[in-house]
């Protein structure tokens, strides 16, 4: 108890010379500089105290065993490793499809009879819808007539050209008009085997526009089909990552609402850099694993960018940080009276899924101290806890 008393008072005398000092009048410098120059000279003065306060406690150690036991502090620990270290940059993205395309007619014509419904599964191939030609059926009898006349026309007009009666151009007419009737009826027989629409593509029917009974046009849409197994992440990737995508490249692909993630291919990597965002297309063949991945869904495109061979890596939380900008760790070490905590300071680099690399202070093979080493003092006496 008589080793405690002083401690306390010394850091009592700490936290007061870490408040703000004051000029005659009470106040703190107004200039930055003068601001600057005390904020020096408090955190040098702090250090001292801490090195006090550390020379202290290991008098205490030397002098008083059994009170060091007894407050020796439990951790757990865990050995530093050498490992490879990838870093990911998280990039927005939704999900698309190649084959999603719209059905429709090429010739106009009242539908009679729709065979599918939305969500049905259809092969290339079949049949969509059956229209009513009638239009074109009355068309046809109009042309079959007047091909009659023109050819009546004609076979007179060649009698007499052959004959040497009448003129050539009457002749050049009647052969014309005769030709180019012809030429309409193979069109319209044509057009009348359109009156059945089939499926271009094998797929789902995502949507249908048109119900029997209603018109059809050319270019209207009858139903909406996808395939669902031609789906693709399109993501809008930051141009600083240029160098980072390669087609080929495997990357995950992540659907937070689903709550599923799966391997990717680059397959396409857009060739121009939009200048509203600084930004270019990236897109990578997913597979349909699940039939709840559907086209617009959100997803999230992980793209490596950095990556490193045989570092030391640490999680990230037990790197501590004193009031100067400094980084440290506590690493286990044997001392006179047993387990010690020694402060090590660590400079980091790249940081990713909880783990930073280490790249000066910690070479591996060390024992990190994992939980306890928050309020951890150096060289403080520690007691591992037994697992179990």
Known sequence: MKYIIPIVALLMAMLAGCQPAANEEGQLPESLEEKRTLLKEKRSELSKLTQEVEQLEKAIAVQDPTMVANKRKLVTTAPVERTNFEHFVEIQASVAADDYINVTSEVAGRILNLTVEEGDNVRKGQLIA????????????????????????????????????????????????????????????????KSKVYAPVSGVVEEVYLKSGELASPGMPIVQLLNPNRLKAVADVPESYLRAVKRGEQVKVAFPALDEEQMATITMIGRTIDPSNR?????????????????????????????????????????????????????????????????????????????IVIKSGLEGGEVLIMDGARGLANNEPVEVKQEG
């Open 130 to 193: 059956e229209l009513d030609l009638e239009q074109l059926d009355k068309q046809m009898a109009e042309l079959e007539k007047s091909l009659e006349l023109a050819t009546t026309v004609f076979e007179r007009q060649k009698r007499l050209w052959d004959q040497n009666i009448g003129s050539e151009i009457q002749y050049l007419e009647a052969k014309n008009s005769k030709e180019r009737l012809e030429k309409s009826m193979e069109t319209l027989e044509f057009q009348m085997t």
């Open 279 to 355: 930004t270019f297309d990236v897109e990578a063949r997913i597979s349909a694993s699940s039939s709840l991945i559907k086209p617009n869904l959100l997803a999230t495109m992980f793209i490596k960018d950095k990556e490193a061979e045989d570092v030391v890596t640490i999680p990230l939380e037990m790197v501590q940080q004193e009031v100067g900008g400094k980084d440290y760790v506590y690493i286990l070490e044997d001392g006179k009276s047993g387990a010690l905590a020694r402060k090590v300071y660590v400079k980091t680099g790249d940081a990713y899924d909880g783990q």
